[in-house]
């Protein structure tokens, strides 16, 4: 056999060991193998291909040994099995908000968050408002839209030779007299900021008078509060959660879900995390 076989991580390697295998006799041959841990060897006849478990790389000495099923002696050499490292790119395994495009109110914060896990490099982040760089480094960005218009915000994750880009298209809406005006659906807006500590505002529009109910469920779907159920007239409105149960106790750290119910109606549930 030769010093080494090589092949790339997450990928096989495939070789025909006639080559390497001599009988003075016809007679039919049998190859096994041993000594290999995290290397997978699949041999049909004198076909053998390799390959490793996920994202593995490293060496193994593998011995093979070659039979020729007549009890006379065998013969087995060694080789090194060497798997090269590939750069795995970063894998986006979520964010908030979860809506890509969404509409809020002036003077509103939202906290942005991606979640990205890559298995075998450093991680770099960059926020975007615009276009314009942000100061922020991690995968957490706050940020209060003072101005109304029309925003990017924008997350880039880089490894050394990937990236992963997260956009979200924010319109921001005039705060003065939004009560006032008429909505065209009735729908719930979303609550900011999110993730939130130790509290968030829900934002919910009614384009008819009707009772409305907004109530607050663990992940276990036990409900553990119930912020309003209450008549409310047409307009835009807003209920300030404070991360506390029925009995005003702080809840803990955790994933929470909102239900926003019309006339018995549910129209929308949605999502928002507690970070302690």
């Known amino acids: ?17 006639a080559v390497y295998i001599d009988d003075v006799d016809p007679d039919e041959l049998t190859l096994s193998v041993t000594g290999n841990t995290e290397i997978t060897v699949d041999i049909t006849g004198t076909i053998v291909t390799f390959g490793a478990a996920e994202n593995w790389n490293g060496t193994e000495t593998l011995i093979f040994t070659v039979d020729d099923n007549q009890t006379r002696a065998s013969a087995s050499d060694s080789v090194f099995v060497i798997v090269t490292p590939v750069n795995d790119p970063p894998v986006l395994i979520g964010f908030i908000p ?46 209060q839209f003072s101005l109304p218009g029309e925003f990017e915000i924008k997350s880039e994750v880089s490894d050394e030779e990937y990236q992963i880009d997260t956009i979200w298209d924010v319109t921001v809406e005039e705060q003065a007299g939004f009560e006032n005006l008429i909505p065209a659906i009735t729908e719930l807006r979303g609550n900011y900021p999110n993730p939130f500590n130790p509290e968030t505002t829900i934002e919910f529009s009614l384009k008819e008078p009707g009772n409305i109910c907004l109530e607050i469920y663990n992940i276990r779907g036990q409900k553990i509060n119930t912020l309003v159920n209450e008549f409310k007239d047409v307009g835009y409105h807003h209920i300030n959660w404070k991360g506390n149960d029925r009995n005003g106790k702080p809840v803990s750290s955790g994933l929470y879900f909102y239900k926003f119910n019309v006339n018995g109606k549910t129209e929308a549930v949605k999502k928002c995390l507690l970070l302690k």
């Open 1 to 17: 056999l030769p010093d080494y076989f090589t092949f790339a991580e997450d990928s096989t390697l495939v070789e025909d060991f």
């Open 98 to 143: 979860e809506e890509p495009e969404f509409t809020l109110f002036q003077d509103s914060i939202v906290t942005f968050l991606v979640e990205v896990e890559d298995i075998d490099s450093e991680l770099n982040y960059a926020w975007f408002v615009n276009t314009y760089i942000q100061t922020e480094i991690s995968d957490t960005f706050i940020y």
